[in-house]
């Protein structure tokens, strides 16, 4: 069974600093690969997807994702980080194959100084 | 415009009780989803439903139920069954299955057991 591991639970950045959010996961085969956000209180908004093709992966906000299959991984980055960005972010996954089932990370939720 | 209607966005319900949470899109997709989200566990899904008329149970099924009478509208009942009901729940929306397309989610709805 799949599975997904965001092993960062809390960060902290100071604005204008880069960014980088881990995500691992288990598969036995490529898998589809998102990153959603969420903001307090409100639903998940996607940030990118990965399904086949390019590795590196540019999604909306500035923000990019890099799928690395000999280590599983699927980070999210973004070379400048804005106060607006603090929110928490999440990582999942789904079997190539199966019907409507991702699987969420437990979240990183990010905190930006001034 | 088109989105994910959740309702209500707060609510309390006493132990033994059963309650509805609301979910309506007027996106015209067939895929539905409900998500529950505590704390450091991520999203875990309930149930979903890929057409009218059908639905199948996700991770944590126990203690739920639902509906999809209308391709619109997908209600989520929390029964007495369920033992700890008190979590934030999440509904999503998918025209296909969302390994393809993006899955939009609506505001959620937060339950407390008083």
């Known amino acids: 069974a799949q599975s997904v591991t965001q092993p960062d639970i809390h960060i902290t950045v100071s604005e204008g600093a880069s960014l980088e959010l881990r995500c691992n996961y288990s598969y036995g085969a490529t898998p589809y690969l998102f990153w959603y956000v969420q903001s307090p209180g409100q639903g998940l908004q996607l940030l990118l997807k990965?399904?086949?093709?390019?590795?590196l992966v540019q999604g909306i906000k500035g923000f990019e994702a890099e799928f690395k299959r000999s280590q599983s991984s699927f980070n999210l980055r973004k070379p400048s980080v804005h106060w607006s960005d603090a929110a928490e972010y999440f990582c999942a996954v789904g079997a190539r194959g199966a019907t409507n089932k991702l699987i969420f990370g437990t979240g990183t939720l990010l905190a930006v100084q001034p | 415009d088109g989105g994910i209607t959740q309702s209500p966005k707060y609510l309390f319900r006493k132990e033994g009780q059963n309650v509805t949470l609301s979910c309506e899109q007027n996106?015209?997709?067939?895929?539905m989803y409900w998500y529950r989200q505590d704390p450091g566990q991520g999203l875990r899904l309930i149930y979903y439903?890929?057409?009218?008329?059908?639905?199948q149970k996700g991770d944590i099924a126990e203690g739920y139920s639902v509906s999809r009478e209308k391709k619109e509208s997908f209600p989520l009942t929390v029964t007495s069954a369920q033992k700890n009901p008190t979590a934030f729940y999440l509904c999503?929306?998918?025209?296909?299955?969302?390994?393809?397309?993006?899955?939009?989610f609506g505001q959620g709805t937060r339950l407390t057991v008083v």
């Open positions: 996106l015209n997709h067939d895929a």
């Open positions: 999503a929306s998918s025209s296909r299955g969302p390994m393809n397309t993006e899955a939009f």
């Open positions: 990965y399904f086949s093709g390019d590795t």
């Open positions: 439903s890929q057409i009218v008329n059908d639905f």
